[in-house]
């Protein structure tokens, strides 16, 4: 019985109350708007990087009398598909940074770009295959199967480091007559390089600026911590953008290259519904790629590049940014998966649930499409700070999940008749995770965009809700930071606030050993003074299980 009170414990936690669903004529039908699509494969290419086929451009330039030394063409690189079976196999996979992996194969055509790929051959509720280039004498990730494609030799890596500029097998210009003639032996050289053999001689570096649009802001912003990456066959260059949405790669091509976003970091992944990666396909260019996500004239997101760049923020600022002193949500390690985000399409119940990774699901579920852009990056936020929550005291937090979620949904009564305990925990969790959401769209607004007037939401950070309309996720916590007393301002219908001067983090220090609504009240009077800590009872006294 105990295991199975130590799984069901975390089964059930935060669920926003009532979907915020706008109405508006440019909200109906959002689906429609904007579907998800698969990416669709062409042909396989004939791979001009193979041993087989480098070997056979350089007897052709032998025989042409263009080199004049005897090539010593040998494997540098294996071309290799991985089967991870699960997401902890994925996870470990993913942990080795240097590695670039890619859900589709890198020797087929796309014919139709999409939000993500996932594999015919793979059930759902497994990963993808992972395609990647790796240089022969590499560390593999053990256990992970894989499958070995091809022997590649690629001679013209240009990263921006010494050893990979340097070449052991022929001067830059061979190498450049090699490449160029397994190119056109392979049908792969393109026509206007054909035409114009100087075409492709110059060398150019990957860069660019990657921006969302922001309703608040009524203009495009820099999306930070985004990792692009430029592939042209088996060589791919990355960068990652920084707070204006700037990014350069590190290497340089002398032909045009792929560009492509997946929607990850370490710590983190989006998924475009609840299993496919979320990623961009930009163009095949030469030059910089600058792109802008959303559409200027819509009054909600629904454009789905827009949102995975709104959920990424929120998750970026959260793992990564400044986050007030506040505990990092999970962190990916040996002993913890990537926690793993499903970007729905749907403006309904988000939620933090960490068993459904026992399933290979998502920890988080965001459903915000058709709402403004704060709102989605506040509600990832709020939906981290549960998963932070847990990592703060996770025995008291599975214990007010119990109560709160786990304990009536598993019974006779059903999650929404919970009961005084019941009311009780959930008041505590939703009242916690909102003064953190709270808290960090104001610092993105106010402080970041310089937009001091700026409020969140119709509910003016929390203030303008009446204390019987939001019996869980009230205003309390925002209410001991901030300095305003909302009976004072609206009437006897709304909470009494006479407690100012808590900061963010000394609220998460009171979650420790706190199990119950007053519990977290008696561990912040007893650990912190502040001037209005009397006034503590009067402000949690609001409200009644």
């Known amino acids: 019985m105990a295991r199975i009170a130590i799984v069901t414990c975390v089964i059930f ?44 451009a350089w007897d052709s330039l032998k025989l042409k009398s263009k080199v004049s030394k005897e090539g010593e063409i040998e494997t540098t690189h294996l071309y290799l598909r991985f089967i991870p079976k699960t997401e902890d196999e994925l996870t470990l996979l993913k942990a080795d940074s240097t590695l670039v992996l890619y859900d589709i194969p890198l020797d087929f055509e796309i014919t139709e770009s999409g939000d993500f790929y996932h594999d015919p051959e793979i059930p759902e509720e ?77 060398k150019w570096r990957p860069a660019g600026v990657v921006r969302v649009f922001d309703h608040v802001l009524n203009s495009y912003v820099g999306v930070s911590g985004v990792k692009v990456k430029a592939r042209r066959w088996f060589t791919t260059y990355r960068g990652f953008t920084d707070s204006n949405g700037k990014y350069s790669c590190d290497g340089r091509f002398r032909r045009d290259a792929n560009y492509s976003i997946k929607w990850d970091r370490y710590e983190f992944s989006i998924r475009s519904g609840t299993y496919g990666q979320a990623i961009l396909n930009g163009p095949k260019r030469r030059g910089d790629w600058n792109v802008d996500l959303g559409s200027s004239s819509s009054k909600v997101v629904n454009n789905s590049q827009q949102y995975y760049a709104l959920i990424h ?14 505990t990092s949500p999970p962190r990916n390690n040996v002993l913890k998966r990537q926690l793993k985000i499903a970007a729905q399409r749907k403006n309904d119940r988000s939620s933090y649930v960490k068993a459904r990774r026992i399933w290979f699901g998502n ?48 019974s006779f009564n059903g999650c929404e008749n919970l009961g005084p305990t019941g009311k009780n925990r959930r008041r505590l969790l939703e009242t916690w995770a909102s003064a953190v959401e709270v808290t960090f769209v104001l610092h993105r607004y106010r402080n970041r965009f310089n937009r001091p007037n700026y409020n969140y939401d119709n509910e003016v950070n929390l203030q303008f809700q009446r204390t019987l309309d939001k019996p869980y996720y009230t205003s309390a916590g925002y209410d001991m930071i901030d300095d305003i007393n909302q009976r004072d301002i609206y009437g006897i219908l709304y909470p009494i606030d006479r407690v100012r001067g808590y900061t963010i983090k000394q609220l998460e220090g009171a979650l420790v050993g706190a199990k119950s609504w007053n519990q977290w009240r008696d561990n912040i009077k007893n650990r912190y003074n502040n001037a209005t800590e009397n006034y503590l009872d009067e402000l949690f006294n609001n409200w009644k299980d």
């Open 13 to 56: 936690s935060c669920e926003k109350e009532e979907p915020q669903i706008n109405h508006s004529p440019s909200s109906l039908a959002l689906e429609e708007l904007d579907t998800l699509k698969q990416i669709k494969l062409g042909k396989k290419l004939e791979n001009p990087y193979s041993v087989v086929n480098m070997r056979r």
């Open 126 to 202: 497994q990963p993808t295959y992972q395609y990647a280039s790796v240089p022969l004498g590499h560390t593999l990730p053990k256990d992970i199967e894989y499958e070995l494609l091809e022997e590649l030799f690629v001679p013209d890596e240009d990263f921006d480091t010494i050893a990979s500029s340097e070449s052991k097998f022929a001067s830059k210009e061979v190498i450049y007559k090699l490449v160029d003639e397994s190119l056109r032996l392979t049908g792969n050289l393109g026509t206007d390089e054909i035409e114009n053999p100087m075409a492709a001689k110059s």
């Open 313 to 326: 923020q929120g998750a970026m600022d959260y793992y990564y940014g400044e986050r007030f002193g506040l």
């Open 363 to 410: 920890d988080i579920s965001l459903m915000e499409w058709g709402s403004g852009s704060d709102k989605v990056y506040g509600t990832i936020v709020h939906e981290l700070a549960h998963a932070a929550h847990r990592e703060v005291d996770k025995n008291a937090y599975n214990a007010v999940v119990w109560d709160a979620w786990s304990g009536p949904c598993t």
